[in-house]
């Protein structure tokens, strides 16, 4: 079982990354997260990209001010931003040759077998020809009812998809807390064993905010998705992917469930 010193030498990683950490104020930090990434991929893991943020960057250019309520101008604004969004990935990406693919899923995709096999085997190909994938959600098609929630479930799922390593969720956060960091009486979780019910951790509400949804009870799920399926899953803020590559390791981290 993979051990947290051992996290930067995973073979195959699944990297989320949500909308509010990429956008607005925080937008300069894609930079960062591209070069992280190429550096990942240079010293020979395989990553996969799963980014949310379409919705925010398309949004300004429906003359919108905030986040779309209604699921019709979501889409739109999905359809506008998916193709902006990943022009700008691959406008970074091009600094070091590396070459990027679309890949947009729903949940119906990887509940049908068909689909969830398609899935797989593009990203397989992608892999080998040492493309990065990049998922997101494919929001012009999906409903509310069906939405993964910030992306954190989609990203637990296409690890155990893939086979990943490790899961490595992005927030604007830095850790897990005992409550909301802006609670004085916060403190910082290191780890958090298998099968930990985390009794007495104010994780707060999913949030619903301008730029997105999320907030720790999508990532503190999405942890139990991948940790049962065996893949230690590592919550960090997007601003130390660096740091995490070059093997220091910041965050909490999920230990996996032992399966044999």
Do not use: C
Not at 62 to 83: C, E, F, H, I
Not at 189 to 212: C, H, K, Q, R, Y
Request: glycine share 10%; proline share 4%; aromatic share 4%.
């Amino acid at each position: 079982m993979m051990t947290r010193d051992q996290a930067h030498t995973a073979s195959r990683v699944v990297v989320k990354v949500g909308s509010s950490s990429i956008s607005g104020e925080r937008e300069h930090q894609i930079s960062g997260l591209v070069d992280a990434l190429a550096a990942w991929q240079k010293a020979g893991s395989e990553v996969v990209l799963v980014s949310s943020g379409a919705i925010a960057v398309g949004a300004p250019f429906l003359k919108l001010s905030d986040r779309p309520q209604d699921l019709a101008t979501q889409q739109a604004a999905a359809a506008v931003g998916q193709n902006l969004l990943m022009g700008r990935y691959q406008g970074l990406f091009d600094t070091f040759s590396i070459i990027t693919g679309q890949v947009l899923l729903t949940v119906g995709d990887l509940e049908n077998g068909t689909h969830r096999t398609n899935a797989l085997r593009t990203i397989e190909r992608l892999l080998g020809l040492g493309i990065i994938p990049i998922v997101n959600e494919n929001d012009t098609v999906a409903t509310q009812e069906i939405r993964f929630g910030d992306n954190d479930r989609l990203a637990a799922l296409v690890s155990e998809l893939v086979g990943a390593d490790l899961l490595v969720l992005l927030s604007d956060v830095d850790a897990l807390y005992t409550h909301p960091p802006t609670d004085p009486r916060a403190v910082k979780i290191d780890t958090v064993p298998f099968g930990d019910p985390l009794e007495g951790v104010e994780l707060g509400e999913a949030l619903v905010n301008s730029v997105g949804t999320g907030g720790a009870v999508t990532k503190v799920s999405a942890a139990k998705v991948a940790t049962t399926a065996g893949i230690p899953t590592l919550l960090s803020a997007t601003e130390s992917l660096g740091a995490l590559v070059t093997g220091e390791i910041l965050g909490t981290w999920f230990e996996p469930a032992h399966i044999h």
